[in-house]
């Protein structure tokens, strides 16, 4: 047992580094390409792998959708990865992924896994400029080497969790958000970091009905370089850097720089650290809300709460000091 504590305690330390952990599988070979591509999902969102068990499958439920498994005496959704992805399993699906987001449990049926790999986040790039598959969100570089060609692709599993299982998607009705009040300066905006299309999607719709305007960047790293010229903008002014950002709202998992650092580097920095700052992620659990406290940040919600969103929003806002 201490050894398993241990083991999860460095895991999580990876955070605030800007290095996380990576599970490589293989989902059989592409149908469009004829080859095994090989896939990647963040370790921290795992809970664990178990050998296919028996899947019991309802009326009405539709590929990709395989059926309920019972997994430790509760009973998940069981998806076909390899359907999602256009792959066919050449030895059939035989482990689980049993995953945790935005506090729901599903189980990802996968071909093989082949062993977990530690990076930096600068070597993972959004895949949104070179790859047209909705459910791939990055591309990591497993060796480092800018002239090999070791990649992984990285799932948004956010996107194919809202694409399947309606249940999952946790989007509540902006009721109420409207007849909130937010302290927010004329001219500002929220500058938001989130690398899933779909999340990007929610988190701007859900600022709308705010009235709150937002700059949305793909990578904690852009977010960042838009931070700094904005920064030099309002010196150029006079003016402070609260009159031009209301608030940063950010993602965790992110290609380039992570939300931890993200938020790291604009607490740190004299001229940044009164920008309210929010983490928005699917990563939960009590390890994650420690880092949150730890690297600054300001307030903390899980995916896909709007309302719950809005509150804290107004909070942060609230207690914000120019």
């Known amino acids: 047992m201490d050894n398993f504590q241990k083991e999860i305690d460095e895991r999580t330390n990876l955070a605030l580094s800007n290095k996380f952990e990576l599970l490589l599988f293989r989902l059989g070979s592409d149908q469009a390409k004829g080859k095994s591509e090989l896939y990647g ?47 066919t399993p050449g030895t059939g699906l035989n482990l689980l992924l049993v995953t945790e987001y935005a506090r729901s449990t599903q189980a990802f049926a996968v071909e ?20 047209s598959n909705r459910n791939i969100t990055s591309i990591a570089r497993l ?12 799932l948004d599993v956010e996107q194919i969790l809202y694409d399947i299982i309606p249940s999952v998607r946790g989007v509540e ?13 004329p001219g500002s905006v929220a500058i938001v970091a989130e690398d899933s299309r779909v999340a990007r999607s929610l988190l701007e719709q ?67 650290k009164k920008i309210p700052v929010v983490i928005h992620s699917s990563l939960s659990g009590s390890a994650n809300e420690d880092h949150v406290r730890k690297v600054g940040a300001d307030g903390y919600v899980a995916k896909f709460e709007i309302n719950e969103l809005s509150s804290v929003i107004q909070s942060v806002l609230a207690n914000a000091v120019s």
């Open 173 to 185: 009705s902006d009721v109420g958000i409207k007849e909130k009040s937010f302290n927010l300066k």
């Open 112 to 131: 093989s896994v082949e062993n977990i790999v530690r990076l930096d986040w600068n070597q993972v790039h959004t895949a949104e400029a070179g790859i």
């Open 206 to 272: 859900g600022l709308k009905s705010m009235g709150i305007p937002a700059v949305m960047c793909t990578t904690g790293l852009e977010a960042w370089k838009k931070i700094n010229q904005m920064t030099q903008e309002a010196q150029q002014e006079g003016t402070p850097i609260t009159d031009k950002i209301a608030l940063v709202l950010t993602d965790l998992e992110m290609p380039e720089m992570d939300g931890f650092t993200l938020t790291r580097n604009i607490k740190r920095d004299e001229k940044l």
């Open 41 to 87: 999902i963040n370790v921290f969102k795992l809970r664990e792998i178990v050998p296919m068990p028996p899947v019991t499958r309802a009326a009405g439920m539709r590929s990709p959708l395989l059926g309920m498994a019972s997994i430790r005496g509760q009973f998940i959704p069981v998806i076909d990865l390899p359907a999602v992805a256009g792959c």
């Open 143 to 154: 060796d480092g080497d800018q002239q090999e060609n070791e990649l992984a692709l990285v």
